[in-house]
Structure formats: structure tokens, C-alpha cells
């Protein structure tokens, strides 16, 4: 099946976050290699890249978005682009010597069925919620009293997701999986739109608060700028 732009985002049901290390002030060069070589390409084989980021303040990583229909697509995917294609034949190389890692990957799946991922927004957060051995009440948490707060506060552009715990079956490409992780993906206007909300969100009720400190082992949290959204 062939897909639009609009279709594809938001028939993903897997997710690959992409996170490199690259040579020194390579941040630029590689994200318009990355766009003009491998994009196209890869979204016509089913890997479809659904954002493409730089780190605020850091000119040594890149991160994208990469996502399949399901866990079957992608490694059909995988093979036919690393292994066939000739995209990756001819340019592969070259992206691979201006990276020292690219192993930094979390393999996701939707908590619940989402809108589209791709945006125009310039400002993307990911944060990561470790729960060790708490993830359910954690969810639960999220749902009964975590999201309605963030509707109340008008911060409505995210999604959530967890990690996709079937076997990596292309394991040339390593990623991380772990059972007591929720992720959330939201987009925010520019950083002046995230920090006012982030702002509102510190001052959450003290018994939400308390609840979440209590049942979170690890928050941490990625701060994206889109390369192809508005600045």
C-alpha cells in the first residue's frame, strides 16, 4: 500500500527514536545529507521519517523519528533498505563516517491510538518515564489524573507510548526495550510556548505531584527542535 504524507503518520504502530552521536559541529551537514539522500527513499520502502531533529544548543547530535506500520514492516523494511537498496549502498558509507554512535534507539509502540506524529511545530519534547515495576499504576496515574491536568492547561499536542517488546529481529540495528518505560511525545509551538506551559506544569497540584515522584523512578527528558517545521 501506498500512503500520503498524512496517511502514514498516522498509521504508525511502530516507532524508532533515533538518537546519534556524530563528529564535532557535524550537526547541520549531516541533517541535510540525511534529508536529501535517504528521506525519499526510505519512506517509499515503508520506513517513513516523521521528524527530523537537532538538539538545542548542540551541534554534535541528530534525532529522528522512524516509523512502521508494524513490527512485520519494519524488518522487511530494513532489509530491503540496508541490505538491497542502492540508496544505502551509495550514500551509507558517507553517513556513516560523519557518525561516532547510532545505537541510541528506544523501539516504541503507541499506548493508545494516535494522531499524526509529524508536525510544523518548531519544538518537540520527549520525556522518559522510567517506573520500575510501577509502569501500570503509573498509566493509571497518566490517565485519571496526569492528562486531564494537561488538557486543563491546554497542552493537548502529545502522545503516549511504551516500549514494543517483540524481538529486535534486525539485530544489526540494536535498540533498547524496557518493560517499565511510558514515553510521551508532544509538540509545542516554539520554547517560549514550552516553557510557559512547563511552567504551569511545575506548579501541578501537591497531591499529583507527590504521586508521580512517588511512583517515577527516572524522568528524563530530550528537547527537540524541528529542522523542517517553523521557526
Same mark, same amino acid.
Given at each position: %500500500?501506498?500512503?500520503?504524507?498524512?496517511?502514514?503518520?498516522?498509521?504508525?504502530?511502530?516507532?524508532?527514536?533515533?538518537?546519534y552521536?556524530?563528529? =564535532?559541529?557535524?550537526?547541520?551537514?549531516?541533517?541535510?545529507?540525511?534529508?536529501?539522500?535517504?528521506?525519499?527513499? %526510505?519512506?517509499?520502502?515503508?520506513? +517513513?521519517?516523521?521528524?527530523?531533529?537537532?538538539?538545542?544548543?548542540?551541534?554534535?547530535?541528530?534525532?529522528?523519528?522512524?516509523?512502521?506500520?508494524?513490527?512485520? =514492516?519494519?524488518?522487511?523494511?530494513?532489509?530491503?533498505? +540496508?541490505?538491497?537498496?542502492? =540508496?544505502?549502498?551509495?550514500?551509507? /558509507?558517507e553517513?556513516?563516517?560523519? %557518525?561516532i554512535?547510532s545505537?541510541?534507539?528506544?523501539?516504541?509502540?503507541?499506548?493508545?491510538?494516535?494522531?499524526?506524529?509529524?508536525?510544523?511545530?518548531?519544538?518537540?519534547?520527549?520525556?522518559f518515564?522510567?517506573c520500575?515495576?510501577?509502569?501500570? /499504576?503509573?498509566?493509571?496515574?497518566?490517565?485519571?489524573?496526569y492528562?486531564?491536568?494537561?488538557?486543563?492547561?491546554? *497542552?493537548?499536542?502529545?502522545?503516549?507510548?511504551?516500549s514494543?517488546?517483540?524481538?529486535?529481529?534486525?539485530?544489526?540495528?540494536?535498540?533498547?526495550?524496557?518493560?517499565?518505560?511510558?514515553?510521551?511525545?508532544?509538540?509545542?509551538?516554539? /520554547?517560549?510556548?514550552?516553557?510557559?506551559?512547563?511552567?504551569a506544569?511545575?506548579?501541578?497540584?501537591?497531591?499529583?505531584?507527590? *504521586?508521580?515522584? *512517588?511512583?517515577?523512578?527516572?524522568?528524563?527528558?530530550?528537547?527537540?527542535?524541528?529542522?523542517?517545521?517553523?521557526?
Open positions: %500500500m501506498v500512503y500520503t504524507k498524512q496517511e502514514y503518520s498516522e498509521d504508525i504502530n511502530v516507532l524508532e527514536i533515533r538518537n552521536l556524530l563528529k =564535532t559541529n557535524l550537526a547541520d551537514t549531516f541533517s541535510n545529507y540525511f534529508h536529501s539522500k535517504f528521506v525519499n527513499p %526510505m519512506n517509499e520502502l515503508g520506513g +517513513y521519517t516523521l521528524g527530523e531533529f537537532k538538539i538545542d544548543s548542540d551541534n554534535d547530535r541528530f534525532v529522528w523519528f522512524r516509523g512502521f506500520k508494524d513490527m512485520k =514492516t519494519r524488518v522487511k523494511f530494513l532489509n530491503d533498505f +540496508y541490505c538491497e537498496s542502492d =540508496t544505502w549502498k551509495k550514500h551509507g /558509507k553517513a556513516n563516517e560523519m %557518525m554512535n545505537d541510541h534507539v528506544y523501539l516504541l509502540k503507541p499506548l493508545y491510538k494516535n494522531k499524526a506524529l509529524k508536525t510544523d511545530k518548531s519544538y518537540t519534547v520527549v520525556d518515564y522510567i520500575n515495576s510501577t509502569i501500570e /499504576k503509573v498509566i493509571r496515574l497518566f490517565d485519571e489524573e492528562i486531564p491536568f494537561l488538557k486543563g492547561l491546554n *497542552s493537548t499536542d502529545f502522545s503516549l507510548w511504551i514494543e517488546m517483540a524481538e529486535n529481529d534486525f539485530p544489526r540495528l540494536p535498540v533498547f526495550q524496557d518493560k517499565n518505560l511510558l514515553v510521551t511525545i508532544t509538540h509545542y509551538k516554539d /520554547k517560549t510556548d514550552y516553557e510557559t506551559k512547563q511552567k506544569i511545575q506548579d501541578m497540584p501537591s497531591a499529583l505531584k507527590f *504521586s508521580m515522584q *512517588s511512583l517515577i523512578t527516572i524522568h528524563n527528558q530530550l528537547l527537540l527542535l524541528n529542522k523542517k517545521g517553523k521557526k
